[in-house]
Every structure is written in C-alpha cells, then in structure tokens.
DNA sequence: TTTTCCAATATCCTATAGGAATACCTGGAT
DNA sequence: ATCCAGGTATTCCTATAGGATATTGGAAAA
C-alpha cells in the first residue's frame, strides 16, 4: 500500500455533505475509470484515511457496490476488486442482455413518438463520436478520454432505450448490466474498433420501431448478438497475443 | 415505538457470530413474514438495541435491503418499509416478470434433460399443496402457514427455472423480483383461490419444455399474463370491498 | 377554536477506540 | 534448499460517544 488510489482533486471535491453517496460514486468512478486489477484489496481504512472520512460510510458504500458485482466481500477478510468476467461468464452476460434488452426494446416500442426523438439525437451524438473515432490515427495511440467518451455515447443509446420501457425494475436491472459490461470492456479490448458496425445495427434497431415492437426487439437481439459476436473474436485474437 | 418487533427467541439466536448476514435475514423474514404497515419507521437504533448489537451492522443490513427494494431511505430521515405495490408499478412489475422469466424459461430449455425432472417434482409437490388448499374449508379460516407452503411451492417453479437457466445475472434479478412478488401478495390478497389454474398452467409450461425453447417461453409468458390478469381482477374485487 | 411558533425529544449521521481474526515475515529445523 | 512454526503488524469487526437534523408536543396568539 504505497501511494493513495484517488486524487487529491476527489477528497476536497466531497467536503463534508452527503457522505455516503458521494463516497459511492467516487469509488464507483474509481473502478469504472482507471483500470484496476482485479483482486486488489479495497481496505475500508485507506479509503476512509484518503477521502477524510470515516470507515462507516465507506462501509456502506461498499455494501452497495457489493451487490453490483463491482467488488466482492468475504467475511473477516475484507473487499476485494471483482475478478474479470469469466469466459462461461461473458456468454452468460451476453444471454442476460439479449433477455433483458431486447424486452425491454418491445415495451419502449409502445411509446414510439416520445422515444424516436431522443434516439435519433442519441444515435447523432453516436455517429459524430464514431466519426472523430475513424479519424484517428488509424494505428498507435488513441486518446483514453476519446473512448471514454465513445463508450458513453455508445451505452446511452441503450440507456435511453431503458428508460423509454418506463419499467423502474427493468431499469434497475439494466444498472447492475452496465457495471458488468463497462467492467468486460476493460479486460477485453474491444467496442472501438467495431463503431461502425454499431451504429448501423443501433440504426437498423431505430428503424425497426416504426414497424412493430416485435421487430424492434429482433433488431435489439441481433445486434447484442452480432456484439457478442465480435466480442468473441477480440477476446481468442487477445488470448493468442498473450500466449504467444 | 411500544413494544419490540422481533421475537425474543429470534435474539437468542444469533449468538455472536456473523452479525451483518444474519441480522439481514432477520429484517428479511420480519418483512416478508409478519404483514408491516407500510411506511413504518426502520430505527436503526431500535433494531439494533432489539437484537442486542451494534448500530453498524444493522446499518449494513439496511444498505442491502434497500437495494432489494423493501426498503425506502430518506437522507437525514431514516429507513422506512417500503410502501406497496401501485397500481401502474404493479403493471410494470409484471411487465418485468414477462421479460425475465420468458426469457430464463428459453435459456433453462437449452438443457431439458435436467431441467424437467426437478421440474416435475417440485410440480408434484405444488399440486400436492394445492389439493391442500383445495380441501381445507371453503371459506373462513385459511391457515397462514398453509398459505405461506403454497407461496412456496409455487414460487419454487419459477425459481427452478431461473436456476435451469445457469446464469448468475439472471438469478440475480430474480431474487430481486421474488421479493416483490412476495410483498405485492401480501397487500393483493391474491394467490390462493387460483391454485388449480396454477397448477394447470404450470403443467404446460413443463410440457412445453419438450417441444422447443420458444414454445416454453410463450407458455411461460401467457402463463404470467394470466396471473396477471387474475391479479388485475381480484385487485378491483378488493377496491370495491374497501370503498364500501 | 384554530393556527403558528418554539422548544424538547428522538433519531440519524459521523467520528474514534478497542478487541479479534487474518496475512505476512522471519527464524529455525528437517 | 525447503518446509514449518511463531511473532508481528495490518485490517476488519464491533461498540460507544458526540454533533446535527428532523419530528413531535405544547403553549401562545389570532
């Protein structure tokens, strides 16, 4: 334990208001950003010393990230960062979003007037991200704020799709997938190279809820599918790179 | 705040060991056991003096109650039980249901072999209690723990489904819509007088297994529009009994 | 009689301290 | 050289105390 996790920036940011939350967030933030390895003990102490608080609402932060599957918790021994995303795993986290989003594309299908508008808007910011993506220079670095924010973009069109199902328990769900996916993104590097892909399959989904929510919903099951897909692929080519 | 909620026995029990998992099963089994006013103040500082332990892990306990659902939180406020099902969230409740368990059913019918013997057990076990109920007296007293078998027995169908898919997210959600299946049947005195439709219905989703996934998906799904619509009904039937 | 204001109480939130269990490291024996 | 044992240190877990905030009750005024 040598150097603080967080930046002096985060500690004064919180000041003394609403602790819990805040601390959340920022631990929330903290394995969502930087990549951290997992395994790495989440001491309550340390944090509590870096962000000047006490341990209790580091306590609860730490409760509720365990039931995101952020973090896991044995008793006695502390918390722990949450392993990567198995292999049988991904294939299940891809089985639960095609269940979950593709359902949840149907019931936003009902209300198509007030959901087209804010996914069109949605899949503009999409295509310029995607665009400013292309542009890059093709090999060597590529700016981590630029996916970062091709990342969010990405997922908000799915988001918003969410939230159009007006369905607080789906909803709900579709938090505790984000954590899972944002997570599987770091270990396996992918969802950049594949931007043009997505914004086609999310355009075809677009297209689809002016037909029925039942084509919409295939649109939906293809496209995580077609995802899911690559997302093998990425992850073989990346296990030869390592064994090699 | 007069007398205790908890049971006398229920202090004994927990001894001295594993406070934070334990005091949660307690608050569990108080919420979903004994019927509680909603909107009831939670005092930490009650339960914990209940139990005879400290503020801290009851306090955990609650973080993780909350994020269930049965349980409401006000900064500065306090925790309160949460208040039951409304109308429209009702609706969305088992909208949700739709979504989840068709889909769960589709990817438990992948592996059938396993899946239909337990299957065919816990049925065996449901219409066992059924007949129970079916036989016990017609109207007027209704044993609560004859009651709460059914709501056992019935919701072991679904859960075996759940588990026959072999994902952990979608267990996971599971476990988040069981508790509020049980809560709203607490307030919709509903459950019990469809008991032989249960069983029917039940029937031919595992009968469904056997053709295809998406055959067992879309008997799952009419099986809850069912309920659904059972629910719907005997909720006006109890409106109209309080109105009058 | 009703409304409003104020004070007292209870509760939550945060901080600090002590006991217990676990992990790590060092020294010795095989 | 390797394995085991013991001691030390770190960390978690629980308990208690103090400050801040919301709720409740009563008293006074309209």
């Given at each position: 334990m040598a150097e603080t996790i967080f930046s002096p920036a985060a500690t004064t940011s919180?000041?003394?208001?609403?602790l819990r939350d805040r601390v959340y967030d920022l631990v929330l933030d903290m394995l969502m950003s930087s990549s951290i390895e997992a395994g790495t003990r989440l001491s309550i102490d340390a944090i509590a010393r870096d962000l000047n608080v006490s341990p209790t609402p580091v306590r609860e932060a730490l409760v509720q990230l365990e039931r995101t599957g952020l973090v896991t918790r044995e008793a006695h021994k502390g918390y722990r960062v949450a392993p990567p995303i198995a292999d049988d795993q991904l294939e299940a986290l891809f089985d639960a979003r095609v269940v979950l989003e593709s359902g949840a594309t149907a019931l936003a299908a009902r209300t198509p007037e007030t959901l087209i508008p804010v996914l069109e808007d949605a899949l503009a910011d999409h295509t310029t991200v995607m665009e400013r993506v292309q542009n890059s220079p093709g090999s060597g670095e590529m700016p981590v704020e630029l996916i970062r924010e091709y990342f969010a973009v990405d997922w908000n069109f799915h988001h918003l799709i969410f939230e159009g199902a007006r369905n607080p328990f789906l909803l709900d769900m579709s938090e505790a997938i984000s954590t899972r996916v944002h997570r599987m993104r770091q270990t396996v590097k992918t969802g950049v190279s594949d931007a043009l892909e997505a914004v086609t399959e999310h355009r075809a989904v677009l297209d689809a809820l002016t037909v029925s929510p039942d084509a919409a919903a295939q649109a939906m099951r293809e496209h995580i599918d077609k995802v899911r897909e690559r997302s093998r692929r990425d992850a073989a080519r990346q296990a030869s790179n390592t064994a090699r």
């Open positions: 919180l000041e003394r208001r609403g």
